[in-house]
């Protein structure tokens, strides 16, 4: 197999996974292949199942019927430790409440390796902290850091588990902007160093900015799947979340700014009736929720 063969392998599929649920299947008969070297957003609506996938993804539940491939075999046929090495997860909450120092917290991520005492673990950690900018809280409890610091140390532990597929869920829910972009970046380098990395995500512009490919998950279906102008066209945005958006663009990737529920006349009653957007509909942006326009950025709003 040449290099760029392997290299574009599948290294994690999801096959025909289905997860039942009281009313109607959390995940419904989803098919995905993840390759390396890319960063893939997972995206949609409040309980549409991506949570469900990622959990399926790392291996930590079974699902109802289908599997989980990771490198060709089924998941749960590797050895748990195999899997450790293989597979690092940031769970959704970014909580801990344990009185340990932020250092052993990411110590924690090299147990699949050994004990975490070698040169090569130091040095991963190091790496890690020195990537999330946690560095400086070495040897601080994470039970007394702030929700944005917990979250940066905790997916510090992941990196430095240094696996080639990294699952991340909402991994910048609770940070402020500069950090939001820090760790996409690092997300982003993940990838292109040839990990497979998959991110739930909200931000839909922050998705588009530094996402590969988008994965748009609604009731337990993949709505859409492609790079981002595709995946967040209007009507898709309207079937999932039932909103419509302003657009723009920036760098050729789609800015979206959720503007209003479609048929609620609470939301809709703020936007002025000549700027009420159809699904292909080009219409000029409100003055006040317009971008800041440079030569790179322009406003195309709202377009599908
Ligand atoms: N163990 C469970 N038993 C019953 N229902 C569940 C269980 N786990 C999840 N669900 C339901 O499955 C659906 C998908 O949940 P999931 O957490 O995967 O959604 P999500 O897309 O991650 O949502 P969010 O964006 O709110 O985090 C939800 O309706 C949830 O209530």
Request: hydrophobic letters at 45%.
């Amino acid at each position: 197999m040449t290099a760029t063969s392997m290299a574009e392998r599948p290294v994690l599929e999801a096959v025909s996974i289905t997860v039942a649920g009281p009313a109607r299947p959390i995940l419904d008969a989803v098919g995905l292949q993840f390759a390396p070297g890319r960063l893939v957003g997972l995206i949609g609506p409040n309980g549409a199942g991506k949570t469900t996938l990622l959990r399926l993804l790392a291996g930590l539940s079974r699902p109802d019927r289908g599997m989980v491939r990771l490198g060709g075999c089924p998941i749960h046929d590797l050895p748990a430790m195999r899997r450790a090495r293989c597979l690092s997860y940031l769970a959704q909450g970014g909580q801990a409440h344990w009185p340990l120092g932020a250092d052993a917290v990411v110590a924690l991520g090299r147990l699949p390796h050994g004990d975490g005492t070698t040169p090569a673990d130091r040095a991963a950690i190091a790496r890690a902290m020195a990537l999330t900018g946690t560095t400086g809280f070495a040897g601080r409890r994470i039970d007394r850091l702030s929700g944005g610091e917990t979250l940066r140390v905790l997916l510090a532990r992941a990196l430095a588990v240094e696996a080639p597929v990294l699952l991340v869920d909402e991994p910048v829910a609770a940070l402020d902007p500069a950090h939001q972009l820090d760790v996409m970046t690092v997300l982003a380098d993940q990838a292109r160093q040839g990990a497979v990395v998959i991110a739930v995500l909200h931000d839909l512009s922050l998705a588009a900015r530094f996402c590969d490919r988008l994965v748009l998950l609604t009731q337990g279906r993949v709505l859409a799947d492609g790079d981002a102008t595709e995946v967040l066209a209007a009507r898709h945005l309207a079937t999932a979340y039932g909103i419509h958006a302003w657009r723009g663009e920036a760098c050729g990737r789609p800015l979206i700014i959720p503007w209003a529920r479609i048929g609620r006349a609470d939301d809709a009653a703020s936007i002025p009736p000549s700027h009420q957007p159809d699904d292909d509909e080009v219409a000029p942006c409100p003055r006040a929720s317009a971008p800041q326009t440079a030569a790179r950025y322009k406003t195309t709003t709202p377009a599908g």
